[in-house]
């Protein structure tokens, strides 16, 4: 017993040791997928197969060779004074992976593995370590997981352990970050039907192969969808007031973001009455005491993040199996994006 301990302690001391992270660096920006780090979906292909097949029938993939081809899109650059809708900066940020080297950028994909999980270049040889070059994922000892997560997290990995962490990444775009591109160009101000369940667990974009052990592309558990769909009702929240407080005139995109505010509040307010969880309560009380209105910026980005503390929290404390008051309220298979 005694010797499984050691071995054990030894391999999270080589790892930590090996991985250590600052307590002084920053964890990833929003939205934040810097050119330089960005290794590639090819370097994902040898371990992640499955997830790789799923991914290539999905819209994001589609995206690098057909989102320049479509008349509206290319509508809408012309209207925002953009000759290539592959190098402006109000397209690549959302519709592509930048992969970039000595200065030069260039969109090497649609939305791919890094758009979502971040670039990889600082995380993945901890991602892919589980503890030494003979040790196999179903060799991994538990200390040394949850220590590999944990720094691979404190490197800049959206890891799926962390549901506000791809949350976040979903609805940074699918709010739409920019009021010139709305009320401009004429995008569309947000996906409106974007719900976090409904739309990651469908066939072409659920891609849960490693929670299943390879052997299928499992629909996450009720435990976990329950958590999902709490934090990704405040996360959408969180960005839709960040897109408010953007708001500098009277128009598509102010108005059509106070509303979808005032949307998520009432579904807010129905999940606490079947809850009722202090967190979800932090959340409307910080949306309950702001004004949805123009030129309203710091009180808009104040409420906005203490909604994001309180999904966060949500995301690392919250025991779905206690959740199954609101499971009536989840998306139905049948319901599911595909």
Same mark, same amino acid.
């Given at each position: 017993m005694k010797t499984k301990q050691f071995v054990l302690a030894l391999l999270a001391l080589r790892f930590f040791a090996a991985n250590i992270v600052s307590a002084a660096e920053p964890l990833r920006g929003e939205n934040a997928c810097d050119p330089t780090k960005v290794v590639g979906h090819e370097n994902c292909t040898k371990c992640h197969k499955g997830e790789m097949e799923v991914w290539k029938q999905h819209p994001h993939f589609a995206t690098f060779d057909q989102l320049h081809r479509k008349p509206e899109a290319k509508e809408i650059a012309q209207r925002m004074g953009e000759t290539s809708i592959k190098r402006s900066k109000l397209c690549v940020n959302c +519709?592509? /992976?930048? %992969?970039? *080297? =000595?200065? %030069?950028?260039?969109?090497?994909?649609?939305? $791919?593995?890094? $758009?979502? +999980?971040?670039? =990889? =270049?600082d995380w993945i040889k901890v991602h892919n370590d589980y503890g030494g070059p003979n040790v196999t994922k179903a060799m991994e000892p538990p200390a040394h997981k949850k220590l590999r997560l944990e720094t691979s997290i404190a490197k800049g990995m959206n890891n799926p352990v962390n549901i506000y962490l791809l949350a976040q990444q979903c609805y940074s775009c699918h709010t739409v970050p920019s009021e010139e591109l709305v009320n401009k160009g004429k995008h569309k101000a947000g996906t409106e039907a974007f719900e976090l369940v409904a739309w990651s667990q469908g066939n072409k974009t659920r891609h849960n192969f490693v929670s299943s052990d390879g052997k299928a592309n499992a629909v996450s558990p009720p435990e976990r969808l329950r958590v999902m769909y709490v934090v990704g009702a405040m996360v959408d929240l969180e960005y839709s007031l960040k897109a408010v407080a953007?708001?500098?005139?009277?128009? /598509?995109?102010?108005? /059509? $973001?106070?509303?979808?505010?005032?949307?998520?509040? %009432?579904?807010? *307010?129905?999940?606490?009455?079947?809850?009722s969880h202090p967190l979800v309560g932090e959340a409307l009380t910080a949306v309950g005491n702001v004004k949805l209105k123009i030129?309203? *910026?710091v009180p808009l980005v104040e409420a906005a993040e203490l909604v994001s503390a309180a999904a966060r929290k949500f995301a690392e404390q919250v025991d779905g199996k206690k959740l199954t008051a609101i499971d009536a309220m989840l998306p139905q298979p049948g319901q599911y994006k595909n």
């Open positions: +519709h592509y /992976t930048l %992969q970039g *080297e =000595a200065g %030069q950028e260039k969109a090497v994909a649609g939305v $791919s593995c890094e $758009s979502c +999980h971040n670039a =990889a =270049a953007k708001a500098k005139e009277k128009a /598509t995109y102010g108005i /059509t $973001s106070a509303k979808r505010v005032a949307a998520l509040k %009432q579904r807010l *307010e129905a999940i606490q009455a079947a809850i030129n309203n *910026e």
